[in-house]
């Protein structure tokens, strides 16, 4: 992909982006983003961007979302030196622990902070997406506590594999509605979601949980995660003494990995995506987007899209539900043109064998979407010894248990 | 007289004759891709202009029957490429101009110049694409005006008077108006306010409007030709033709013939 753009356009870009000037008016990362939607939903956007501007930056909505990431959310996570990783690997390890926020992941501060807007804009009721179930719960968390009404679009397929979460946002007040068009998973739970949005445009607000989709949703999501960068910059200085050499971060959507990386675009850090490599390189066997897909619009973003020569959009496989997906966000898209961040994949296997390491050696059950980041920086430990590694840890593997206690049990080493 | 221009003449001629253009939609090879050309002629010869959908893995602003037929088609090999062909081998049998409705992917897979030049030889006069709004259309625009071809716009009840006005003006062919705040197939019935904002839609265009969405039985038709110009149909046609029924009688019954 480095060969979209001539090397001093790409630096030109790149400075935009580390800059903080990106998207520009119409949406746009570079090339990529933009606004792509049904004409019903045009003057729906057009009202979320005017709400996004006058809202998110304003010292009064700031202090609200603050004071519920301190109160609510329980920020901010901790960051963990991870003693026995970092011998078995020999590097220097540590790790943002998103898995303490609220509800177990970092889609909890995208949640909140949207649900805090949906408020403020007059919003009569809520609907998401989900794949893995966690952006579910957080909405539906994030809607009890602002006083929202929530209805969750969950393909059938995940509905399965994450059965603990569909049950938490039940309990948390909020309706789960089953998508069984389409891949019946995110994907297809997405353009549900969005044809639930058109019937309904000025009373609805459609809380979208990763970085994809039409402009102001990238941004507005890079924005209310890039927390987690802020913070773990701030803590690596403090706690460790120094920043990190490289940062990994799993990439599905990308809410998670732009969150991080975002705030760390500026330093000399090397920066590292890691997609779902599934079982294997062929079409439909990951949801490693960047690494074998095209340019293409889906959902609403001019993106890198797994898609065939017709520009159909392939199914994904991934064992983690919140990587399967056909898209990524856009910004991600420019930042690997740029060549910015390397987006690489790990399999399943070896992303459950990482798993079961952090478990065995640090005590942390990890999602099976964050295994992706570790599995990745394991192998680039080994081959770079003696760096210090920082790995975002997007979320905990409680709600994982369903695919893992299918699994043989595993005799630690 | 270019392409566009057939579409809103075909639609024109219709409405001078004392009733309302009939755009029946299909999905392209459905159910059976080696009845498509079958079908097409079948609904050319009620239709005064023909859509058909391209078939799209996301169909993000189409209900449970077209995502189906959509779906369907897919799975049996139907693409843009396979629909050319067919058009192409049928050159000059077909009795009604056709524009292609298209989610905007496929056509960017495609190439827009490419697909301009064989949308106007295979008898296509112009694209409705649901997920293209006005603002990021430059240059598929550009590419399908270069050959005389439409780009169609959708107006919603949804949508500002300020920004009517620009999409009338910009559409061309017709303009599409979509009848109800949702996606297609649906079975509410029409909306009763729907005169009001008919006749301005019409009122802000050179070209005439066609209505769409949720017109399903004769009534739907005659209510929305007393203010628009045309009558679009498309789930309740897709229903007709997953039953294995002739498309045909139905139409004709729509038209109230």
Redesign the interface.
Known sequence: MSTLFAADEAELLLDAAIKGNMPDD?GRFGPFG???????L???FDRLEAGVKEHLHDPAFQAEFQKELREWVGRPTALTFAPQLSKAWGAEVWIKREDLAHTGAHKINNAIGQALLAKRLGAKRVIAETGAGQHGVASAAACARVGLSCSVYMGAVDMERQAPNVDRIRRLGAEVVAVE??DKTL?AAI?EA??EW?????GIYYLLGSAVGAHPYPYLVRELQSVIGQEARQQMLDQAGGLPDVAFACVGGGSNAIGLFHPLLGDDIELIGVEAGGTGDGLGQNAATLATGTP?????SYTI?L?D??????ETHSISAGLDYSGVGPEHALLQATGRVKYISARDDEALEALEELCATEGILTALETAHAYAAARDYAKQNPGKRILIGNSGRGDKDMPTLTKLPARIRS | MSAHERLSAAISAAKESGRPALVPFITAGYPEPKDFIATLKDVASVGDVVELGIPFSDPMADGMTIQRSSFIALQKGVSLKWIFDQLDSAKGEIDAPLVMMSYLNPLLAFGYDALAERALAAGVCGFIVPDLPFEESDDIRAALEAKGLGLIQLVTPATPEARLRTLCEASRGFVYAVTITGITGGDAGLPADLTNYLDKVASFSDIPVCAGFGIRVPEDVAAVGKHAAGAIVGSALVEVLERSEDPKPFLKALLGS
Do not use: F, K, S
């Open positions: 119409r933009g606004r792509y939607v049904p004409e019903t045009v003057p729906a068009t389409g994907r353009d969005m044809r058109v019937t309904d445009p000025d293409g619009v889906l959902q609403g899209i898609q020569d017709d520009g159909q959009v392939q």
